[in-house]
């Protein structure tokens, strides 16, 4: 798995969290999603994130390479 994946996870993390700003701020529920589910889900996957890019960072040495490996 390429590191840029990485970067799209966090994106997406990004992303699910910006719509859980926006449900708190509305009030808004979708059945039992509410904005404190979308919340951990997006700060999951950001994490889950960062973590895959630390590793990939001390896996490979070459920085040059680091989005193509």
């Given amino acids: 798995m390429k590191a ?31 904005a404190n589910i979308v919340f951990t889900l997006g700060s999951f996957l950001q994490i889950l994130a960062i973590l895959f890019i630390i590793y990939k960072i001390f896996k490979f040495k070459k920085f040059k390479e680091f989005l193509n490996q």
Avoid at 8 to 26: N, P, Q, R
């Fill in 4 to 34: 840029k994946y990485g970067l799209i996870l966090f994106l997406a993390g990004f992303v699910i969290d910006i719509f859980g700003a926006w449900l708190k701020i509305t009030h808004i529920t979708f059945g039992t999603v509410n």
